[in-house]
T-cell receptor, first 113, second 109 residues
Framework: DGGITQSPKYLFRKEGQNVTLSCEQNLNHDAMYWYRQDPGQGLRLIYYSQIVNDFQKGDIAEGYSVSREKKESFPLTVTSAQKNPTAFYLC????????????FGPGTRLTVL | QQPVQSPQAVILREGEDAVINCSSSKALYSVHWYRQKHGEAPVFLMILLKGGEQKGHDKISASFNEKKQQSSLYLTASQLSYSGTYFCAVGGSQGNLIFGKGTKLSVKP
């Protein structure tokens, strides 16, 4: 079955630690995205990538970093510079970046202790 | 640039209808609608494109008024499975999506 996987589902981190969230898709999609969701809020874009080895900052990129070395993979690193990292993180992909439905992974819930 | 959704929340009885509105302060070229159940990922419902092309979900319909920069999602004869938070999203200048804050829909038996 084609789809998007994210791991882990739940993640706990101590303050000051970097952590990497995994996102893999086997849909052969060109574009991939990372969103952050806080309670009662919509989805806010962190980073997106329209093609391998290229990515752009979204609205809230500070304290986050990404890489896109393979078409299937788009890992997100939450660094210690991110002031309030506790949130629900969603990865998505789409066939192309314009006017295409986005398919979402199941999400990773990150809690900073 | 974030689209504004209304109402923020609505409670229905099974079989009742609902309308969720989405408005933007800038020109719209496309509007996407998603539904998210609690603790789950958003699921695509439909996309509306400038010029009138429409795709998506056959149980739920939507309109797109380019002049008013608005879109509305229509849920008729609601079912329990319609419960969730509905998000509209508008296309950004670089192919990204900008999501509204969502409308929480609760359908009661």
């Amino acid at each position: 079955d084609g789809g998007i996987t994210q791991s882990p589902k739940y993640l706990f981190r101590k303050e000051g630690q970097n952590v990497t969230l995994s996102c893999e898709q086997n849909l052969n999609h060109d574009a991939m995205y990372w969103y952050r969701q806080d309670p009662g809020q919509g989805l806010r874009l962190i980073y997106y990538s329209q093609i391998v080895n290229d990515f752009q900052k979204g609205d809230i990129a500070e304290g986050y970093s990404v890489s896109r070395e393979k078409k299937e993979s788009f890992p997100l690193t939450v660094t210690s510079a991110q002031k309030n990292p506790t949130a629900f993180y969603l990865c998505a992909s789409s066939l192309y970046s314009y006017n295409n439905e986005q398919f979402f992974g199941p999400g990773t819930r990150l809690t900073v202790l | 640039q974030q689209p504004v959704q209304s109402p923020q929340a609505v409670i229905l009885r099974e079989g009742e209808d609902a309308v969720i509105n989405c408005s933007s302060s800038k020109a719209l070229y496309s509007v996407h609608w998603y539904r998210q159940k609690h603790g789950e990922a958003p699921v695509f419902l439909m996309i509306l494109l400038k010029g009138g092309e429409q795709k998506g979900h056959d149980k739920i319909s939507a309109s797109f008024n380019e002049k008013k920069q608005q879109s509305s999602l229509y849920l008729t004869a609601s079912q329990l499975s319609y419960s969730g938070t509905y998000f509209c999203a508008v296309g950004g200048s670089q192919g990204n999506l900008i999501f509204g804050k969502g409308t929480k829909l609760s359908v009661k038996p």
